[in-house]
């Protein structure tokens, strides 16, 4: 019964995943952030995720961010919902 528990537990940590900010070039990062989904849903809260990642990371820069490109993906028969955001870290823009 242990073993079941623990292996469902794996099951469960693993089908969530997340990059965390990744330098890509000079002031151009990426996150990914990915889970597992029954069933034939939309990719909206690993979106939300990511930016609330990039956000925290440009916070701390003490700028915003830009978004260059943003991919999702939903899920469905095999496939898991992901959202891939590239984004710079700018000055904000002052009204």
Known sequence: ???IKLLL???LLSA?????V???????YM?????????????????AEAYKEANAFCAALNKDVETINLEMR???????????LEF????PVKT
């Open 31 to 47: 996150v990914s952030v990915k889970s597992a989904k029954v069933g034939f849903v939309n990719a909206a809260e690993e979106k």
């Open 1 to 3: 019964m242990k073993l």
């Open 88 to 91: 710079k870290c700018v000055e």
């Open 22 to 28: 990744i330098k890509m070039e000079s002031n151009k």
């Open 9 to 11: 537990l794996s099951l």
């Open 74 to 84: 939903n899920s469905g028969f095999a496939k898991s919902a992901s959202a891939t």
């Open 16 to 20: 969530c995943s997340n990059t965390g």
